[in-house]
């Protein structure tokens, strides 16, 4: 019944923008916090970003922030993650992820719902 969509992904030049949508479809709804996460080749999964329902709590990974803004629109359902200033060492497939508890941390474990994650490539 649960499925988060996930779409914005692509390949873009060092320096530009790119935003990811992902949207939670599901009956019934749950107060949700959303995160992003990334994985490299070879590379274990990392937290990028998260948001709790309300939007007050927010957590950025050091390597993005100040880069990166992850926002949601309540009445999509859908949580976004902005991506400017874009770097060859962010390529990675990024998943978006649902965590029923609106803890909105940086641990995958935390995480109930998974996308099937969207490549996202920089290229310099």
């Known amino acids: 019944q649960v499925q988060l969509v996930e779409s914005g992904g692509g390949l873009v030049q060092a320096g530009g923008s790119l935003r990811l949508s992902c949207e939670f479809v599901?009956?019934?709804?749950?107060?949700?916090?959303m995160g992003w996460f990334r994985q490299a080749p070879g590379k274990e999964r990392e937290s990028v970003a998260a948001?709790?329902?309300?939007?007050?709590?927010?957590y950025y990974a050091d390597s993005v922030k100040g880069r990166f803004t992850i926002s949601r629109d309540k009445t999509k359902n859908t949580v976004y993650l902005q991506m400017d200033s874009l770097k060859p060492e962010d390529t990675a497939v990024y998943y978006c992820?649902?965590?029923?508890?609106?803890?909105?941390?940086?641990?995958?474990?935390?995480?109930?719902?998974w996308g099937q994650g969207t490549q996202v490539t920089v290229s310099s």
């Open positions: 992820a649902a965590d029923s508890l609106d803890l909105a941390t940086g641990n995958h474990y935390d995480y109930d719902y």
């Open positions: 599901g009956r019934p709804y749950s107060s949700a916090a």
């Open positions: 948001i709790s329902w309300n939007g007050a709590k927010t």
